[in-house]
């Protein structure tokens, strides 16, 4: 029948003087009728035959089928959040305002086994839609109605993946998915299985696009493990800057990885602590001379051919940012107590400062940043100061009266007021003030 309307088609485009009205011997009911026709009269015959095939295509339509019916929902398997909850959250979704939000107040919802009201979920579906950081806390706190939804929305949208949970999802979403779905599909088989996750990624690595690896090796912060070790380590060898970066974040959070040996191995002859005579001591720091092949892969960067100051001092953070804080007791042979109240003033003192504040951030050493806050804080970088806070608020610990009066004085002259008192227990504030 195709072949009969395209030969009509081509007649009634060139003109039957131009184009004789040929029909297909199909051997077929529709063939026989067209072979009736008289072809002397071309004109007529063409209008003759495009009628009886245009009749004979909407005769000849078959009834469209009915989509298979859904699969029911099952029961929701969490119980619900009470009604106080699902007032705020009524009030987030109404003012955009308070979105933001939005992904730390799912976080809490989660960690108490909780589901959010049926009532919520198509807004914060779509909301989550378009958004990774908030899909990701929606997932744990959707219930089995929630999941059910999320998976008709993918379906109905062409999103595949998009909103798929852990139940239902696999490996398909990591070879043809979007770049955030791939992403998300990776985080949570992360967080499930870190050897499968490892093991999927270690198999497209060479096909990656070179700005995916990094973020893809980033989400190796969770649940990370020596076993990932060796891979970590090859990524140091990767031509791209980021890539390098995140695996020198990754390796030195790992304390018995061949990368924190290498540089407790550097520092060993850079720094040495020394007690002298009348119960003094001194920490002699030398400053790395040189940047080469071996200390570059692991992070160090070298401005240019000449060698700065800047240079070395930098050098020297990265070196003592690589070892955990743990470990400088045992490497120094003294207690942290001994060793950080002999670190000189000046360029290789701040940089190792520097460095130690970026190594208790990184490992979570709450009773190590408690203890050493009076020493770290005239050294620490400014974009540490919040996250040291956040450390110590987290961990629920509050400085001694000493170190909460040296807090405050440093924090006024950086006009952080606010956020180290709410670190003092409120009773001491006013006299703390008149200690500045």
Not at 176 to 188: A, C, D, H, V, Y
Not at 234 to 256: F, I
Not at 331 to 341: F, K, R
Not at 345 to 355: I, P, Q, Y
Request: aromatic share 6%.
């Amino acid at each position: 029948m195709t072949t009969q309307w395209e030969n009509l088609l081509k007649a009634a485009l060139l003109g039957t003087e131009r184009q004789p009205v040929t029909f297909a011997d199909e051997r077929d009911a529709l063939s026989s009728l067209l072979a009736q026709l008289n072809a002397d009269e071309r004109e007529t015959a063409l209008l003759q035959a495009a009628g009886a095939v245009a009749l004979f295509q909407r005769a000849g339509r078959l009834p469209f089928s009915a989509p298979p019916l859904t699969t029911a929902c099952e029961l929701n398997d969490l119980p619900v959040i009470n009604n106080r909850a699902a007032l705020r959250l009524r009030m987030m979704l109404k003012d955009a305002r308070y979105q933001p939000l939005l992904p730390e107040w799912l976080n809490a919802v989660a960690q108490r086994g909780l589901r959010l009201p049926a009532a919520a979920l198509p807004k914060l579906l779509q909301l989550g839609a378009d958004k990774n950081e908030l899909r990701e806390a929606l997932l744990p706190t959707l219930g089995a109605r929630g999941r059910w939804l999320a998976a008709q929305l993918s379906a109905k949208q062409g999103a595949a993946g998009q909103w798929v949970t852990g139940d239902t999802e696999d490996e398909t979403i990591w070879h043809e998915g979007t770049r955030e779905q791939r992403l998300g599909f990776l985080k949570r088989l992360r967080q499930r299985d870190a050897t499968k996750a490892r093991e999927l990624l270690q198999s497209t690595w060479a096909q990656e696009a070179p700005p995916e690896r990094a973020d893809f090796i980033g989400l190796f912060i969770t649940n990370l493990n020596s076993a990932d070790e060796v891979f970590l380590e090859s990524a140091l060898d990767d031509k791209r800057k980021e890539v390098r970066t995140q695996a020198v974040e990754l390796l030195a959070r790992l304390p018995e990885s061949a990368y924190v040996q290498r540089m407790i191995e550097r520092t060993r002859s850079l720094i040495q602590f020394k007690r002298k005579l009348k119960g003094q001591s001194q920490l002699d720091i030398k400053m790395p001379a040189a940047c080469d092949r071996e200390m570059q892969r692991d992070g160090f960067e070298k401005s240019g051919n000449q060698i700065s100051a800047d240079d070395r001092q930098a050098w020297l953070r990265t070196l003592s940012a690589g070892i955990p804080p743990a470990a400088w007791s045992e490497l120094l042979g003294e207690s942290n107590h001994e060793w950080l109240s002999a670190v000189p003033k000046g360029r290789a003192g701040n940089a190792l400062l520097e460095g130690l504040c970026e190594a208790a951030i990184r490992h979570a050493e709450d009773g190590w940043i408690t203890a050493l806050l009076p020493v770290l804080l005239p050294s620490a970088a400014d974009a540490d100061l919040p996250e040291l806070f956040a450390r110590l608020s987290k961990s629920g610990k509050k400085p001694s009266p000493s170190i909460g009066s040296h807090t405050l004085r440093f924090s006024i002259r950086r006009n952080r007021y606010a956020l180290s008192c709410s670190l003092l227990p409120p009773s001491g504030v006013k006299a703390l003030v008149k200690t500045c």
